[in-house]
């Protein structure tokens, strides 16, 4: 009698318990719906590519790059299905093996330990769509997502959207991106061994990886073995192919990250221009966007190799080198160096700091004397100390070293780069002439300019990205250029998303830029910028060393690139003056240096061009400029 009624007991929670499976799985099944698959599957990392198309870096949570199915070779498919789920085409979305191993656990502990024999299908439905939990209801939820998988993917499609999704550790998401991580190659270039390994890892990367420890080595050829055995048993490598299947080496783990070092800068750079042209951050982190940039890759690895060569050492923590080039006539930004290390410092120097500008402002005087009339060959007093007037105050100005220079002729003024002839040529000029052209050739409003007698020797603080596209203006004979670094942007489905075109405006004429340009060679060919000479072809440019020695500059251009170099540390307070040996550091120095090995190497193999002759703006004829006006000397 006990034991009839045990059994009816049975029966009873037997059925009670099915009829509740049933009724909770039907629940599930209409109330669980599949996300959209692309909407994850196609969040990938955002590459940002050189104007060659070689990457330079990621934007993304996720290191991830799909690839279709096509893409991905066989023996790599076949390793994969030989360590995870050999039937994967022939079989059903769930394993009830699998599923009823992982219920028992759950009953035993509470929580799923993950020891569920999933099918593939699986994985990807829980790898996806659901959260790390393992409890029963999300396990129920799997199942549906899972058969819901089936009915609307092909077999082909789970495959393809699992090997772009599936997380193979070392941060990288699916089989193109741990290719790179563990072979440095793509995923169509991996031998059978390397693809059995990619196989193997992605059960546990942190259990596989051979790299972390002696034992993962270990457990790594058990589990290399046991997936070549799984592809030779399923006769998808021959017995030969088998026995020469043999543990490939693994390439180390890198662990600086995507922004380390100075490619930091500019992929951050990046992302603020993208940002104006209306990309949101969440675009992309998740969008899977290729940028093309305007950055050259060998002007950029030449930028980095001049600074890590010429920059003073030993030197304080706080110097900071920056330099910015720029193709006259486009504004393409071809190389930027902002500063050792982003993941160190997120301040691009090159784009961000201000330093003093000093004596790199000269040209701007020049430019408004020449628009004004006055010669290069005007005959100026360049006698330390002089003093004028500054609004009704005294306003003392000495040359570099308190070298008095007697009467001196514009021309050799810049070439020597004498303050006390650049201070009354402004005020001749007109010092709201000076400010103006500065602004015409590319020193944003955002940077303090007032019409003082100062302004010719460079009080302002700009950025060297604000000084660099300004030479740029001159090299490009009065047009400026808007600086731009984006010059496309592709969608996942390689759709056109933007395109970056030149902005540009002719601000000067080209009589005044052939002069400007001739001054600016002299300083190059026999002043204060002699170091550049070596660079063998027509350069024009200008050094700027500031009060008190606060920053040194090499802003200079030939007919193709201009580019501007400064070392500066982080307030106008702290002098440069011992750093690398020397009393003085100086733009002729450590910047003209770094100028000129950055430009030997970004012009590589490139013609060499001329500049325009000057045109002699005012004449050929002595002019002397006194108090009272100008008077002409005549030649005998």
Known sequence: MIKTKLIRAGVFLAGFGFVAGATLFAFAWFTVSIPDPNAYVNSQSTIIQYSNGSEIGRIGTQNRQILPLSKIPLRLRNAVMAAEDRNFYSNRAFSATGIARALINNLKSGSLNGEGGSTITQQYAKTAFLTPSRTIQRKIKELVI????????????????????????????????????????????????????????????????????????????????????????????????????????????????????????????????????????????????????????????????????????????????????????????????????????????????????????????????????????????????????????????????????????????????????????????????????????????????????????????????????????????????????VTSVTGPNKGILYEGKPVTQEVFSKDVMADLTYALKSVVNGGTGGAALSLGRPAAGKTGTSQSNASAWFSAYTPQLAASVALFRDSASESLNGIGGLTSVTGGTFPARIWTAFMKGALKDEPIMSFPAPSNIGGLDPVVMTSGGRQTMKKK
């Open 146 to 485: 899972s058969l819901k998988l089936e009915n609307a993917l092909t077999k082909d499609q789970i495959l393809e959207n699992y090997l772009n999704t599936i997380y193979f550790g070392r941060g990288s998401y699916g089989v193109q991106t741990a290719a790179q991580q563990y072979f440095n190659r793509n995923a169509n270039q991996l031998s059978i061994s390397q693809s059995a390994v990619i196989a193997s890892i992605l059960r546990s990367p942190g259990y596989y990886d051979p790299v972390l420890s002696k034992e993962n080595a270990k457990r790594l050829e058990g589990r290399f073995a046991y997936v070549i055995r799984g592809m030779l048993d399923k006769k998808w490598i021959t017995e030969a192919e088998a026995k020469a299947a043999k543990l490939p080496p693994v390439a180390p783990r890198t662990t600086s990250g995507q922004l380390s070092g100075p490619k930091g800068y500019i992929i951050d750079a990046v992302q603020k221009e993208l940002s104006k042209l209306g990309f949101t951050q969440d675009q992309l982190l998740v969008g899977g966007y290729v940028i093309k940039t305007t950055l050259d890759q060998r002007a950029q690895q030449s930028a980095v190799d001049a600074v890590n060569k010429f920059t003073p050492t030993p030197a304080p923590s706080n110097l900071h080198t920056a330099l910015v080039a720029i193709r006259p006539g486009t504004g393409e930004v071809i190389a930027m160096y902002g500063g050792k290390d982003y993941v160190v410092r997120q301040l691009n120097d090159a784009t961000q700091s201000i330093a003093l500008a000093g004596s790199t402002f000269k040209p701007f005087a020049i430019i408004a004397a020449l628009e004004a009339g006055i010669p290069l060959t005007s005959m100026w007093n360049g006698d330390s100390p002089q003093t004028f007037d500054d609004l009704g105050k005294p306003y003392l100005v000495s040359n570099y070293g308190d070298e008095g220079w007697g009467q001196i002729d514009l021309l050799s003024a810049m070439q020597h780069s004498i303050n006390t002839v650049f201070v009354p040529l402004g005020m001749k000029a007109g010092l709201d002439k000076v400010v103006d052209a500065a602004r015409r050739a590319g020193i944003p409003e955002s940077v303090a300019m007032i019409a003082t007698p100062s302004v010719t020797l460079g009080v302002a603080s700009p950025h060297v990205i604000d000084v660099a596209n300004s030479y740029a203006t001159f090299a490009a004979q009065g047009v400026y250029s808007k600086p731009y670094m």
